[in-house]
């Protein structure tokens, strides 16, 4: 297979720089925060501002080349192959929050972790997800579904502008006033598909406190926690998951469940008084084996979860469900524990949606 040489020309055009197969330092530049996947492309461009990114796109489209993306690597579908350029966008990473009209502006390749200690310096949050070391412009352009959905809705719908390099090259904001058509289809398109977003601003909310957290319940009660979580009327201000988890038997696991599965009641409440009350109740239905609940500065939104940060391989789907029927319960509990077997499944969640339905320029 051949692989297109990439000229050196390019380097000139860049304050970036251009990484190429026989560099020592073309695996590190490639690499994927989700390491199932390996991309393999004619060249790595490491972008350090949207002048790089126009460079790269347009000479990839007088090479005949392909453009991939990538911020972080949390989202791969389709490794990027010798056919293309793959423009990481890592150190676009500048964030400017402006308390006055509650907005953040932010570099292509951010991740939400940056955004949200600055946000909360000034007692505002973004629409961060379950991990703020994943990144801003991916997650908010696949939807974005975080602990604050419920109340505020999905990231998606709190975009105020995009700045695109198009495959021209050519650099366009994208807002409901400005091309609103391109701003609808980068909106939910997942990535970059349309084009390569160099900068997004993005609307924040006020969020200091919630009561946030989980309840470990063990794996066998699994039904009974379902089912009380399925019948739980907590209100929008409340964003909920039940979730099955069966934690590896690895050192890098707390040893209080290392080994063991969990049916795990989670969530986050923006009003702490009235979380407490709410997870109060369901203490007092059944003592959780691990009480993992409690006032939390939204700033550590990522203890909610506790997902792992490191590197890793994963594989993960996801889908809309219009109503939680009789079987979801037992049909998650089934997928992790393995009726026969052990599983390869690690953890399965739902997350309560509903709720706050912000004008913003999801397809509706
Ligand atoms: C540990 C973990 C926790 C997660 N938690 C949540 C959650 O709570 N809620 C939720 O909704 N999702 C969650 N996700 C899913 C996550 O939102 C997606 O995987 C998302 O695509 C990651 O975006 P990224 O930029 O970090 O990843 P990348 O792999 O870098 O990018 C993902 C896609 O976005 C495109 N893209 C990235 N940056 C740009 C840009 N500047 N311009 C154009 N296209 C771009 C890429 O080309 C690619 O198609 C989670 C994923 C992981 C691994």
Same mark, same amino acid.
């Given at each position: 297979?051949s $692989?297109?040489?990439?000229?050196r020309?390019l380097?000139?055009?860049?304050? =970036? ?14 690499a994927?925060?989700n ?5 393999r492309p004619a ?8 002048d790089?990114?126009v ?11 392909g ?8 989202? *791969? ?19 400017? *929050? ?8 932010? #570099?292509g390749?951010? @991740?939400?972790a ?10 505002l ?8 070391h994943?990144g ?6 696949g939807g /974005? ?7 505020y ?10 700045r ?9 904001t994208?807002? !409901? ?6 701003f609808? /289809? ?5 990535g970059?598909?349309l084009? *390569?977003?160099a900068?997004?601003a993005v609307?924040?909310?006020p969020?200091r ?7 470990l319940?063990p794996?066998?009660?699994a ?6 979580f399925?019948?739980?009327?907590a /209100?929008?201000d409340?964003?909920g !998951?039940?979730n099955?988890? !069966? ?10 469940i ?5 049916? $795990?009641?989670?969530?986050?409440h923006?009003?702490?008084?009235? #979380?407490?009350?709410?997870v109060?109740?369901w ?12 006032v939390?500065?939204f700033? @550590?939104?990522?203890e $909610?979860?506790?997902?792992?940060v ?8 996801g ?5 939680? =029927?009789d079987?979801v ?5 089934d997928?992790?524990l393995?009726?026969?077997g ?7 969640e739902?997350?309560?949606a509903?709720? !706050?339905?912000?004008? =913003?320029?999801?397809?509706?």
């Amino acid at each position: 297979m051949s $692989i297109t040489s990439i000229p050196r020309a390019l380097d000139d055009r860049l304050t =970036g720089r251009v990484v190429r197969p026989r560099d020592p330092e073309y695996a590190q530049a490639a690499a994927a925060w989700n390491v199932a996947w390996t991309h393999r492309p004619a060249a790595v461009v490491v972008a350090t501002n949207e002048d790089d990114v126009v460079a790269a796109v347009r000479h990839a489209g007088e090479a005949g080349l392909g453009v991939a993306v990538q911020s972080t690597g949390h989202g *791969v579908t389709v490794p990027a192959d010798e056919n293309s350029i793959l423009v990481t966008l890592q150190h676009m990473d500048h964030v400017r *929050v402006d308390p006055g009209t509650r907005t953040a502006t932010v #570099g292509g390749g951010v @991740r939400w972790a940056p955004v949200l200690a600055e946000a909360q310096r000034h007692g505002l949050a973004p629409l961060v997800g379950s991990a703020p070391h994943v990144g801003a412009v991916g997650y908010s352009l696949g939807g /974005g579904f975080g602990w604050l959905a419920r109340r505020y809705g999905l990231a998606v719908d709190s975009i105020r502008s995009l700045r695109v390099v198009l495959a021209d090259g050519s650099v366009v904001t994208a807002s !409901a006033q400005e091309n609103p058509e391109l701003f609808w /289809g980068m909106c939910g398109s997942g990535g970059s598909s349309l084009g *390569v977003v160099a900068e997004m601003a993005v609307e924040l909310f006020p969020v200091r406190e919630v009561y946030a957290g989980s309840l470990l319940y063990p794996a066998e009660a699994a039904t009974e926690v379902f089912e009380r979580f399925r019948e739980m009327d907590a /209100g929008e201000d409340f964003t909920g !998951a039940f979730n099955v988890t !069966a934690f590896p038997p690895l050192e890098i696991v707390p040893e209080p469940i290392r080994g063991k599965a969990f049916a $795990i009641l989670r969530g986050c409440h923006v009003d702490a008084a009235a #979380g407490q009350r709410l997870v109060d109740e369901w203490r007092a239905w059944r003592a959780p084996a691990l009480d993992m609940f409690g006032v939390l500065p939204f700033a @550590r939104a990522g203890e $909610i979860s506790q997902d792992p940060v490191d590197p890793l391989p994963a594989a993960t789907n996801g889908r809309w469900l219009a109503r939680l =029927g009789d079987g979801v319960g037992g049909a998650m509990r089934d997928a992790v524990l393995g009726g026969e077997g052990p599983s390869p499944v690690l953890f399965a969640e739902t997350r309560q949606a509903g709720g !706050a339905r912000p004008p =913003g320029p999801t397809p509706r």
